[in-house]
Structure formats: C-alpha cells, structure tokens
C-alpha cells in the first residue's frame, strides 16, 4: 500500500472511497447519489472512476467522476421512478424529475465494470455485456454474445441472470473472459466477435456424484461460477457456487483444486499481481446453512501454490461468532499485494503483509458489494 492507493467500494447505498490519512484511513461518501452501486473501478493513467449499478427505482446506469467529488450519471434505462414521475406532474416536481432519453429497455443494474486497451465494458442484469469508445457516455451491446445460440438455456442465479465478472488480457485486446450466473464462463478471442461457453472439466479432474444443482456434472464444471480473475497468460482461477477451479488453457478446461479448504462454497477470488500462484479465497458453510465462515470463525485461505494446498489465515480476523458473508467482487490486491475485503456487515479488512495478517480499517459501512483498488 502506498500513500496514493485508493479503495473504492460499491455499497447498496452509493459508491464510498477509501484512502490512507497518516497511520489511519479516511472514508469518503456516499457517492451516486446514493444508488445501489455494485462496482467501482478506476483508471490509473486518466484517474477517472465509474460505477456501476441502479435498481427496480432508479433503473440501470454508469456513473463517471474525475475527482471522485463530482459524479455525472449516464443512465441506460428507466425504472419505476421514471414510470410514476411520467404519469404524475406532482410526482415529477417532488422528485426534480426530467424525462431523459435511455438507449436500453430492460436492464435492471450494471453489475461490473472492466476498463480494457481503450474500452470501458459493463455487465448487466439480465446478462449482456456493454462497450463504451468515449469513457462511459455511451453505449452499445455486443451483438454476439446478445444473440449466443446457448442464451435460451441459461438459467439465471439468485441475483438474477447476472454477467458479473469480466477479465482481460492485458497484452491481446482481442481476449476477454466473463462470468455469468448461471451460466459459466464464455470466452472470445476475436474481440467480441464470437464467443465460446468454456465449463469442461479437465480429465485429471474426477467429477463425484453431486444432488446440489450447482454441483459439477456431465464433465462440467457447475455453471455458477462465483468470481474469475486471470494469473497470468491463460492461467485463470474461478470461484464457483460449488468449488474452486484452475484452468490453464484460457478455461477450456478447468480443473478442481477445492481439496484442502473447509467447504466448496465461496464468493470471490484474488490472485497476487506479480506470483501467478498466489491465490486467496473466502470460504463459506454453503448457502444451505447460513453463508458465513464455517464454525463462524474467520479467515482468508491462502495457497502459495496455485492451489495444490491451502493454509487459513486468521490473524486479525474475527475468530469467533462470525457471521459476516464476502460477496463475490468484495476482495482485491494492490500493486505491492496488499489484500483488502469487505463485507455484508459494513466492515472493510486490509493486509498489507500479503495476506498473512489483516485490520480492520473501515465499520459500519453500508453492505459492501465490491472492493477494488487505485494507485495514482
């Protein structure tokens, strides 16, 4: 961590900016006029930050600051405050409302952001994913993964049909990866012109007889996957709904390197920036028996091995009578590899010894949804 590094987060009541002040930390917000906001990126280069989210009410949109003081909103679709204000003069004068011109029609919120060789990606509720050439002001959908031939067989999560995760290549512009729930994880290698389901299990990879619908079948990996982030060349690594996966061939194949942790259910996942096989996950006891650290006891696992093994980190954590969850964007390293996660109950813990040992830095904070990190 340096004195620059920023933590942005999306909560479910704005978008809040964390910075180091001396030997504390100072929290800036709510953000987006208090919108549900799911992801909060920035630019290194430009310093530019978007974020992105919205709701039933106010409908789906992007906003975008420069300073992180002033917000402007790119909306993408209506809600159920446009429909009211429209049919209600007095409602409309109340609420300071304007009818405005939105480019989609059924979009319920932004889910991700991803800022990649020029191009600002969103993913969405339901599940298409957005390109903007000009910062965030406009957009457009990608015909090709819009009009996928599997689409009509994809079943959505909990949270809906969401495309949550996205992750490119930071040396091929034409390679990008997502993450939808629940439908797996597709590829293009063309730039968007064509896109490939990518969920086979590897063949070293023995796929157990399972009831849980989540679970691994048919030679596949279960298709909700929870959070993807890539370690290097074609090396990803995916948290699932039921299990935790490597793929080495650019999610071709994936196989499962759960053995060792406490449960097969987790949200995110987080790979160190400069050791590919530095990777961190939450545990969870499974959505059966509550989502919380099993024996409500906390701790970041670690594997220093690509996950081959596994050893929990606990200091500094709660140890007992722990009940929080660690949604699937809410962890995320820094260039040094400090390693930051919020959770549903408002706190924010950071380590900046890689994960061996972590504080507490932020509390009472709405639930928080994701945690990145920016360093001017």
């Not at 405005?100 to 191009?119: E, M, Q, Y």
């Not at 023995?206 to 048919?218: D, I, Y």
Request: proline letters at 6%; aromatic letters at 10%; charged letters at 20%.
């Amino acid at each position: 961590m340096t004195a620059s590094t920023r933590l942005l987060l999306g909560t479910t009541k704005g978008a809040f900016i964390i910075t180091p002040d001396g030997d504390d930390w100072s929290v800036s917000g709510p953000h987006c006029d208090g919108w549900c906001i799911n992801h909060v990126i920035g630019d290194a280069d430009s310093g530019m930050l978007w974020a992105g989210g919205g709701g039933d009410w106010p409908g789906a949109g992007v906003w975008r600051s420069e300073d992180g003081d002033h917000w402007e909103l790119s909306k993408l679709s209506n809600g159920q405050i446009d429909e009211w204000a429209a049919s209600d003069p007095e409602t409309a004068t109340f609420l300071n409302w304007e009818p405005i011109d939105v480019p989609f029609d059924n979009l319920k919120a932004v889910w991700s952001l991803r800022k990649a060789h020029g191009v600002l990606y969103a993913g969405t509720n339901p599940a298409s994913l957005l390109c903007s050439a000009d910062g965030g002001r406009t957009w457009e959908k990608n015909g090709a993964f819009e009009s996928h031939p599997t689409r009509e067989s994809w079943n959505p999560g909990a949270a809906g049909l969401v495309l949550h995760t996205l992750v490119s290549d930071p040396n091929t512009p034409e390679k990008i990866w997502l993450g939808v729930s629940a439908a797996g994880v597709f590829a293009t290698e063309d730039g968007g012109k064509s896109w490939e389901r990518r969920n086979r299990l590897s063949n070293d990879t023995v796929c157990a007889e399972h009831h849980h619908p989540a679970a691994p079948r048919n030679g596949e990996t279960g298709h909700c996957v929870h959070n993807m982030q890539r370690g290097s060349d074609d090396l990803l690594y995916q948290q699932n709904h039921h299990g935790t996966y490597r793929s080495t061939d650019g999610g071709r194949t994936w196989s499962d390197i759960t053995t060792g942790l406490p449960s097969t259910f987790g949200f995110p996942i987080a790979v160190h920036p400069d050791d590919p096989d530095v990777i961190w996950v939450v545990p969870l006891n499974g959505d059966d028996a509550g989502r919380f650290p099993p024996e409500a006891s906390a701790a970041v696992w670690k594997s220093t091995n690509g996950g081959e093994t596994w050893e929990a980190k606990r200091d500094g954590l709660p140890k007992v009578s722990c009940f929080f969850t660690v949604l699937r964007q809410s962890m995320a390293t820094d260039a040094e590899a400090g390693l930051y996660f919020g959770t549903n109950t408002g706190s924010v813990f950071a380590s900046l010894d890689q994960g061996e040992s972590f504080s507490e830095i932020a509390r009472h904070l709405p639930t928080i949804l994701s945690v990145e990190t920016l360093t001017l």
